[in-house]
């Protein structure tokens, strides 16, 4: 469990550092391209214990979710997907959707937290869902929504094509990320 909750400090609290004044700082004192090297070696360290603690953790059932509920992460994750996919493709869609990457992130981890009753899938998705709520709601209150400038339709399509691909390797592959084969 120690490997999993330090993970999640890790990454989480690397992603609380842009709401806060010591971006600004780190930038200026040395480079923008620094701090964002920085930031995703400290993002990957933390993802990694993460993954490394969920899976090294002891399976403790807390409940037993109904068995609907597998089904119900398979329907959902395409469009967890699909948002999550958003905000680094050109699509029409970010010109009306706010936080497209943290509804996904919701969306997966409130669907995966609802289909696994064990503590540590409970901690790593109760986690990044409590995270995707507080940052949408953070984001909110601290900028103005700026909608996306309009492309060519054809990019919606590259954009549904290339979540639908995604879907289908992740369920392919899930196991040799999670431990967990889909079918």
């Given at each position: 469990?120690?490997?999993?909750?330090?993970?999640?400090?890790?990454?989480?609290?690397?992603?609380?550092v842009?709401?806060?004044?010591?971006?600004?700082?780190?930038?200026?004192?040395?480079?923008?391209k620094?701090?964002?090297?920085?930031?995703?070696?400290?993002?990957?360290?933390?993802?990694?214990?993460?993954?490394?603690?969920?899976?090294?953790?002891?399976?403790?059932?807390?409940?037993?979710?109904?068995?609907?509920?597998?089904?119900?992460v398979?329907?959902?994750?395409?469009?967890?997907?699909?948002?999550?996919?958003?905000?680094?493709?050109?699509?029409?869609?970010?010109?009306?959707?706010?936080?497209?990457?943290?509804?996904?992130?919701?969306?997966?981890?409130?669907?995966?937290?609802?289909?696994?009753g064990?503590?540590?899938?409970?901690?790593?998705?109760?986690?990044?869902?409590?995270?995707?709520?507080?940052?949408i709601?953070a984001?909110?209150?601290?900028?103005?929504?700026?909608?996306?400038?309009?492309?060519?339709?054809?990019?919606?399509?590259?954009?549904?094509?290339?979540?639908?691909?995604?879907?289908?390797?992740?369920?392919?592959?899930?196991?040799?990320?999670?431990?967990?084969?889909?079918?």
């Open positions: 469990m120690l490997l999993l909750l330090t993970g999640m400090i890790i990454f989480f609290g690397v992603h609380l842009p709401s806060l004044p010591l971006k600004q700082q780190f930038i200026d004192r040395y480079s923008k620094i701090y964002r090297q920085l930031f995703i070696i400290i993002a990957f360290i933390g993802l990694s214990l993460m993954i490394y603690g969920k899976i090294q953790m002891a399976f403790i059932t807390v409940w037993e979710p109904p068995y609907w509920t597998r089904h119900f398979m329907a959902v994750m395409p469009l967890a997907l699909f948002f999550l996919a958003l905000p680094d493709m050109p699509n029409n869609f970010r010109r009306h959707i706010r936080h497209p990457m943290m509804i996904g992130i919701a969306i997966w981890s409130g669907a995966h937290l609802a289909a696994n064990d503590l540590s899938s409970i901690l790593l998705f109760g986690g990044f869902f409590i995270y995707a709520i507080f940052s709601i984001v909110s209150h601290r900028e103005e929504f700026r909608p996306a400038d309009p492309v060519p339709k054809y990019r919606d399509a590259i954009a549904i094509i290339f979540i639908a691909i995604s879907y289908a390797v992740i369920f392919k592959f899930h196991h040799l990320v999670s431990g967990v084969q889909l079918v």
